[in-house]
């Protein structure tokens, strides 16, 4: 109850996890994996970030990014992490998961850079091949028939560019 008199809103399930959505991806559930505070987290992050790094080096979809970034996010793997760098003496281990997690940084802002490259020459594609097939349909309308192969041209840049859109 709080202060107000108002009901404090009660939990129906168990809040999903990042470490979830990695062993999703992977397909088989992680050793390290263990409850604290209704989340399944990782004992050992270095495990995880191991995982992470294989998924990456798959070349991952837009939903496998997006389970990468939640399972990062995650609060409750962020204070597994400091816990288990505090116990480690070795600064080997720190070393590669500082790595690691260097590693996983630059693959995904190196995998954003070239999406947003991609979609650019996606665009790029689809105003040129409407532009020539109109320049070709108007030469058309002005009596060259030759340019009805600039018609065609336009139409199949336009048409391959946005098929790549869905991928």
């Given at each position: 109850?709080r ?7 009660t939990?129906?399930?168990?809040p ?6 990695i ?19 990782a004992q ?8 992470i ?17 939640k399972?990062l996010d995650?609060?409750a793997?962020f204070?597994v ?39 650019t ?8 091949g ?8 108007i030469?058309?309308a002005?009596?060259?028939?030759i340019?009805?192969?600039a ?5 199949w840049?336009?048409?391959m ?7």
């Open positions: 109850m202060l107000d008199g108002r009901q404090k809103p939990r129906t399930s168990k999903q996890s990042g470490i979830e959505g062993e999703t991806l992977l397909g088989y559930p992680l050793d390290c994996a263990t409850e604290r505070q209704d989340v399944r987290v050992n992050p270095k495990v995880v970030l191991e995982e790094e294989k998924v990456l080096n798959r070349a991952p979809d837009a939903k496998a990014l997006r389970e990468i970034r399972t995650e609060p793997f204070a992490l400091s816990e288990y760098l505090r116990g480690v003496n070795d600064p080997d281990t720190k070393a590669e998961i500082l790595s690691a997690l260097i590693t996983i940084s630059r693959h995904c802002s190196d995998k954003s850079a070239e999406r947003k490259n991609q979609l020459n996606i665009r790029y594609g689809i105003g040129s409407t532009a020539l097939a109109a320049s070709g349909l030469g058309l002005a009596g060259a028939p340019l009805l192969i018609v065609f041209a336009g139409v840049i336009a048409g560019s946005v098929s790549k859109t869905g991928a």
